[in-house]
Nanobody, 123 residues
């Protein structure tokens, strides 16, 4: 089984910064991409940022220029540096590992999710 453990959420004032971290552990042979999604009350879960195994990044338009995603393939970790935070960034942030292959003999891949970490941007 694969587990994702997140850390780094909290309360911050508008304009402030937070850094989210996520580590994947368990039976992992490879991961195609890792990323962060968020879900605010009453809204659907949306992609915030993603980084592929090859280093390609993808960001939601609403966070471009403010958030930076980085990853370490060897450690199966992903970080999200969030700067210039706005109240509308308030949400539960979920770490995602996509295309996880658990062994060299696997013929399928799966996606896994963390438990979520709350980010609140408020005065």
């Amino acid at each position: 089984q694969v587990q994702l453990v997140e850390s780094g959420g909290g309360l911050v004032q508008p304009g402030g910064s937070l850094r989210l971290s996520c580590a994947a552990s368990g039976s992992i042979f490879s991961i195609s991409a890792m990323g962060w999604y968020r879900q605010a009350p009453g809204n659907q879960r949306e992609l915030v940022a993603q980084i592929t195994r090859g280093g390609t990044t993808n960001y939601a338009d609403s966070v471009k220029g403010r958030f930076t995603i980085s990853g370490d393939n060897a450690k199966n970790t992903v970080n999200l540096q969030m700067n210039s935070l706005k109240p509308e960034d308030t949400a539960v942030y979920y770490c995602n590992a996509a295309g996880v292959i658990t062994s060299l003999l696997s013929v399928t891949s799966d996606d896994y999710w963390g438990q979520g970490t709350q980010v609140t941007v408020s005065l």
